[in-house]
């Protein structure tokens, strides 16, 4: 039992007159469980493996002793579309093929169990004001009231809530937003349908629809506190099939009927073209991202990439919101950087980043992931691409903003995982984790002292296939422990003032009548009361932590980055 556990029943012994106390199995299990602290959490089809920041492996639960994850078959193990943490209590993970959402607990790790959820679901993102984690989905539950959109609650895993479906036919690709700045209301945006979607949380009904002009649908979507704006990829329609045409060729599919209303074919109806991702980065992706105002619910802006470079972007915000990444179909020339203003008014482009990521093809976006960091009063941008091995670091604290950039692997051919290459921040440090899946490598990036000059791979952990990465801290439990900080603090202060007092009072008394005797008497008897409450508060906060205290391997007493109560130091864009 912890020390102040140990304190605090020998205090309430003595108060009631208790000749013992014994520990339930609920106390056992809180005060002997081992806490993990701040860590980095990899997944990947042989499981789940969780590092220290600076990579010490701190626990691994196999795939096998994941339920419905498989064997050790090459063909075998857990994939996940998307990850997110509470902040406070577990940790999601959604779940490819049998659709699910594994959760864990944010302390120790340990695997707590599944809910079943909609088809496909991509998106994962948390409301720390409902504390509920809401899911997008591809496909509707077959059963009935099942829906497009799911939503689970942090302190009820086995409450079953309502599914939102989103009325429309077939699968409905797309992403979804929710943040406590948003209040009871969420975003969705659909590849194939030429509307932003807002979801009433509560009722669990669509709220309304906006139209985004000229659109064929919108898929990327990102979102900025600092202007309650959020940056949506429209998706619009080409030509293709012959030579002058938008593209020339068609994708996958023949060229069909279609109409055109953007680019050099724009007016052009029932024309041979195709909609949608083989449309972008073509010369009718004239759009790009659309800024829309959630307040007045009017698009504010369109934002495209550097001119003469190529068409349409990816956007990507930081987690204050006051600057938005532009991932650009540009081969991976450019990293263009937004800066947003506020409410109602139009971001503008602040800087664009010559990354020069070598590898990539024409009209094809290769920056794939980003991390920001807030360090010694720096705001670094880190962005890695799919095509090379190398990562870019962009300092925002200087005027105009500088890059370095640096390799991360020596191999010839790309070790990032296919498409994509993540990067995460652990936050407070001076770390980030950059993925190397396809050589089942993963490299610990420094940046000392927030000096993107002296950046370099300090750690690269090889055998085992990290894909995905997440930063993961218990920050309820980090709040309460510098809340009793705070409180101890002040509760010696205030003590020692009514010493103080309390002998200036006593000094009053040797030369003072019987009645201010006994006026300093009660200045005594109200600093002892004073005392025995202070301790019993403090006593109490220490021993809802106790396990904190005693056990956690806490090395990060300066959470700080975190927005909304989950990891946004990558920009999270599942594959």
């Not at 068409?311 to 938005?324: I, N, Q, W, Y």
Request: hydrophobic residues 35%; aromatic residues 8%.
């Amino acid at each position: 039992m912890g020390t102040f556990s140990r304190s605090f029943l020998l205090f309430a012994s003595l108060l009631s007159g208790a000749n013992a106390v014994h520990p339930t199995t609920t106390d056992i299990h809180y005060q002997d469980k081992e806490m993990l602290g701040p860590a980095i959490w990899t997944f990947s089809a042989k499981g789940l493996k969780i590092f220290s920041p600076s990579g010490t492996e701190l626990k691994y639960i196999s795939n096998n002793d994941l339920p419905m994850c498989g064997n050790d078959a090459d063909d075998a193990g857990c994939y996940y579309f998307d990850y997110a943490s509470d902040g406070h209590k577990y940790v999601w993970a959604a779940g490819f093929g049998p659709n699910r959402v594994d959760v864990f607990d944010i302390d120790t790790g340990d695997y707590v169990g599944y809910s079943p959820t909609c088809g496909t679901p991509l998106d994962l993102d948390y409301h720390p004001l409902r504390n509920e984690m809401w899911m997008k989905c591809v496909t509707a539950d077959d059963e009935e009231g099942g829906g497009h959109i799911d939503s689970f609650s942090t302190y009820s895993l086995s409450s079953d809530h309502k599914q939102i479906h989103l009325n429309v036919t077939g699968r409905a690709y797309g992403r979804g937003t929710v943040h406590s700045t948003l209040g009871t209301y969420g975003y969705v945006s659909i590849l194939d349908k030429p509307d932003l979607y807002k979801i009433d949380l509560s009722s669990k009904e669509v709220a309304g629809k906006y139209e985004l002009p000229d659109a064929h649908g919108s898929y990327d979507m990102t979102y900025s506190p600092a202007n309650q704006h959020i940056f949506v990829r429209v998706r619009v329609c080409c030509t293709c099939g012959s030579v002058g045409d938008d593209l020339e060729s068609c994708g996958r599919g023949p060229p069909k009927p279609v109409t055109v209303t953007t680019g050099p074919s724009a007016g052009s109806f029932g024309i041979n073209g195709t909609c949608s991702s083989p449309c972008e980065g073509s010369p009718a992706d004239t759009i790009g991202v659309y800024e829309f105002d959630t307040v007045s619910g009017r698009v504010v802006a369109s934002h495209n990439i550097k001119p003469g470079t190529g068409f349409g972007a990816d956007p990507v915000a930081s987690p204050d919101g006051k600057h938005v990444l532009l991932f650009g179909n540009d081969g991976g020339q450019y990293l263009r950087i937004l800066e947003t203003k506020s409410n109602g008014i139009p971001s503008t482009a602040l800087v664009d980043v010559p990354v020069d990521f070598q590898g990539g093809l024409p009209t094809r976006t290769v920056i794939s992931d980003a991390a920001f960091m807030e360090l010694n009063g720096k705001t670094i941008v880190v962005v890695g691409a799919s095509s090379d091995n190398d990562i870019v670091l962009v300092d925002l604290s200087v005027d105009p903003p500088v890059m370095e950039k640096i390799a991360v692997s020596t191999a010839e051919e790309s070790t990032s995982a296919g498409a994509s290459r993540q990067l995460e921040w652990a936050i407070g440090t001076e770390y980030v984790w950059v993925n190397g899946a396809d050589t089942s490598e993963t490299y610990l990036v420094q940046v000392p002292g927030g000096d993107i000059t002296a950046a370099k791979v300090v750690k690269t952990i090889s055998d085992y296939p990290v894909g995905d990465i997440l930063y993961v801290e218990n920050y309820e439990r980090a709040m309460m422990m510098n809340l009793i900080m705070e409180v101890t603090k002040t509760s010696t202060i205030s003590s020692d003032s009514i010493e103080e007092g309390t002998g200036s009072s006593r000094m009053n008394m040797d030369s003072s009548s019987d009645s201010d005797s006994d006026g300093g008497r009660e200045i005594a008897i109200a600093a002892i009361i004073i005392g025995l409450l202070a301790i019993v508060l403090v006593l109490a906060l220490f021993v809802r932590i106790d396990n904190i205290m005693s056990q956690a391997k806490i090395n990060n007493p300066n959470p700080g980055g975190m927005e909304d109560g989950v990891s946004l130091t990558s920009s999270k864009r599942p594959v």
